[in-house]
């Protein structure tokens, strides 16, 4: 019997449209109702997850799986290096770094609920700015650290989500992003308002002087960066796909910002290299990207030279420059078809010399280099059956060299892979990345994982999740949806917006493919997502629920005509569209899971799992839908012909970043759950 959950007779005209809303009162977590239904709907997750007989099996082989630990690439800074790394055993990230006479110490190593946030030592690498948060808040408090001694000397500042900061050459200042105190900002928009401010070292940062932000809407994010001589500041609404771009040059005082395009429909970022020139990443006239050069102090479109042209396939993700021994080496990173190509270019020309080896086919990421220059680049490498390690490439001699293993061993079970294409409902080609056991024949139980949203691309990479799957004997499928960037900028506004059910179309047919293809039946077929890929399993559970035997959905947006009014939802508007507006409203409300939840069908068995840390996306979203489809539910349910809706909610943990062991136990009870209703033995 699922826990009793009133329904409002709550109906509001939006739009001249009458809009049902009878778990509203489930939006309120500290409403005394509220309470006494979570302990009811804990207790009833609990009392099912006793019966989830591959729970134990699940996490050994999670553990065995994350054994491989994580590091990544150097930062030079100096004669110092800086890098993360998680040992076996190991909660979270501790960062390290290597003095110049090669001792290795630990600088952060965070324990319990505290998380490593973000992290920029200074150009001499003497200080260290870091940001940490705890309780899955990401609510950074920012501090400063004497790297030599190990004693903060500055901070913490509050207000300071996962900014970016930007050392002054001089080393005793930065430039940071920082929110207005809340007295400051219109009640309710205290999570916005952000600023860009300077400070020095040692000082009170109520003085900081405000360099950037003023009378620029609530939800802009800011980005800044030095280079060279030059400071540039990126202004981006939410997550758009676009961005306003500024760049001043250090040394003239006050800094006086010049556009390097405003109010345009594209995304540009630019680094000035130690040869004076600017170079520009960009998908201006190239929604595959490009690479361009100008001169700083002159940086209007005007004046840009194309160095690099768009490749009609392959779409752009990094580029670093390098001395080689023929003269300057441009390297770029593109992903065709998700996968990473790394080429060699004449820095000079943009002509092709050559290609960077990379281990295998996967994801070569993070691309790093000395700041003062030199032949050397660092990239991080990985596929689906290997973990991360960092290779070094040199310029001179055109050899790739692993630079550092893995801290563990993972072990990993042999897995056959292979790329799968099909159409979707209105005949876009779509792909997708199937992972078997060896030698599969016949329908097995299959888990599908999609996203489709944000230019997120689904990349190949190590995931003990599907890992672990795979080695039970079931098939793991990833779509590469519309909505995300595996193809470019028109793929992700092809799933966005106006365009949004794109996504969910996308869904259905990997899922019939799938089903056609011989890999699995509709009873053997579980889905998976979290966050915006929450937002697709509701979709797919609510329009196509006889396609599915199972769903887990994680951090979920389901309910579209509210999501705007908390979490960070009013950055996202850009990507999903506005209630407030009327054809943007018909839009979400056509699509909302929420208010798609119909008595007397046949739903899947349904896992929601949320975190009482996100502030991101309220798990209000959940707890709403749980309610809905037990409803919807509860008389089938009470003859024994439904499957059963649970709600997994634990503390302590967010959005983001959580200790290891919280993410194996999470990931065994979704596949145990997805086990026990998809027939996996």
């Known amino acids: 019997m699922y826990p009793p959950a009133p329904r409002l007779d709550l109906v509001e005209p939006v739009h001249g449209i009458p809009v049902a809303d009878p778990y509203r009162w489930l939006e309120d977590p500290d409403d005394p109702a509220t309470k006494e239904w979570q302990v009811a709907q804990d207790d009833l997750y609990l009392e099912h997850a006793q019966d989830l007989h591959h729970r134990d099996r699940f996490h050994e082989r999670l553990t065995r799986l994350q054994s491989a630990g994580f590091v990544g690439p150097p930062s030079w800074h100096g004669e110092r290096h800086f890098f993360v790394r998680r040992a076996p055993g190991q909660e979270h990230l501790a960062l390290h770094t290597v003095d110049p006479d090669g001792t290795e110490r630990v600088l952060l190593d965070p324990a319990g609920s505290t998380v490593i946030d973000a992290w920029q030592p200074s150009p001499d690498g003497a200080l ?37 900061v930007a050392w002054l050459p001089d080393g005793d200042s930065f430039l940071y992003v920082r929110r207005l105190p809340p007295e400051q900002a219109p009640p309710g928009e205290e999570r916005y308002h952000r600023r860009v401010y300077l400070h020095r070292v040692g000082t009170d940062p109520a003085e900081d002087e405000l360099v950037f932000g003023e009378g620029r809407d609530k939800a802009t994010h800011y980005r800044v960066n030095v280079t060279h001589g030059w400071l540039t500041i990126s202004a981006s609404l939410g997550t758009s796909p676009r961005n306003d771009l500024w760049i001043a040059e250090l040394s003239s005082r006050p800094w006086e910002p010049r556009a390097v395009q405003e109010g345009v429909d594209a995304h540009t970022a630019l680094r000035v290299g130690r040869d004076g020139r600017a170079y520009l990443m960009t998908d201006r006239d190239a929604p595959r990207g490009r690479i361009v050069v100008t001169d700083p102090a002159d940086p209007g479109v005007e004046t840009w030279r194309e160095l690099i042209p768009e490749d009609p396939e392959a779409v752009l993700s990094d580029f670093a420059l390098l001395d080689g021994a023929d003269g300057p080496v441009l390297v770029l990173s593109r ?15 943009g002509a092709p010399t050559g290609t960077v080896p990379v281990p295998g086919i996967g994801t070569a990421a993070a691309l790093t280099t000395r700041p003062e220059g030199g032949s050397e680049l660092w990239f ?65 139980p299959c888990l599908l994982a999609g996203y489709g949203g944000f230019g997120v691309s689904m990349v190949p990479a190590f995931n003990p999740q599907a890992l672990a799957w795979v080695e039970a004997g079931g098939v793991y499928a990833v779509a590469r949806l519309r909505g995300g960037g595996e193809e470019g900028e028109r793929w992700h506004r092809a799933g966005m917006r106006a365009a949004k059910q794109n996504v969910f179309d996308d869904f259905h047919a990997a899922a019939e493919a799938l089903v056609a293809g011989g890999w699995t039946s509709a009873d053997r077929l579980a889905v998976t997502g979290g966050s915006n890929g929450g937002l697709l399993v509701g979709a797919a559970l609510t329009q196509r629920p006889e396609l599915y035997a199972a769903a887990a959905c994680s951090a979920p947006l389901l309910d579209m005509v509210r999501y705007e009014r ?91 970043a959580r200790a290891v062991t919280s993410t194996i136990a999470l990931e065994a009870d979704v596949l145990a759950f997805c086990a026990a209703h998809t027939g996996l033995r």
Request: net charge negative.
């Open 128 to 164: 260290l700015a870091y940001q940490l948060s705890s309780g899955g808040r990401e609510e950074s408090l920012l501090s400063v650290l004497d790297v030599a001694t190990g004693q903060v000397v500055d901070g913490p500042i509050d207000r300071c989500r996962s900014t970016l």
């Open 566 to 656: 908390s979490g960070l939802g009013a950055a996202w508007s850009t990507e999903y569209g506005s209630a407030a507006v009327p054809e943007e409203f018909g839009w979400l409300y056509g699509y909302s899971p929420y208010h798609h939840v119909r008595p007397g069908l046949d739903y899947p068995a349904v896992l929601f799992t949320v975190a009482d840390g996100d502030t991101r996306v309220d798990p209000f979203h959940a707890r709403k839908m749980c309610a809905a489809l037990q409803w919807a539910s509860r008389e089938r349910a009470e003859r024994g012909q439904a499957a059963p809706v649970l709600l997994r909610t634990e503390g302590e943990v967010g959005h983001g």
């Open 380 to 444: 991080a490498y990985t596929d689906t059956t290997t973990p991360v390690s960092v290779q070094r490439y040199d310029a001179r001699t055109g050899e790739t060299t692993l630079w550092a293993a893995p801290p563990g061993s993972a072990r990993p079970p042999r897995v056959d892979s292979r790329e799968v294409e099909f159409r979707s409902k209105d005949g876009t080609l779509v792909r997708m990345l199937v992972l078997a056991p060896p030698e599969t024949s016949g329908p097995r």
């Open 335 to 349: 992903t065709r078809h998700a996968v990473t190509e790394l080429t060699r270019h004449d820095a000079r020309t």
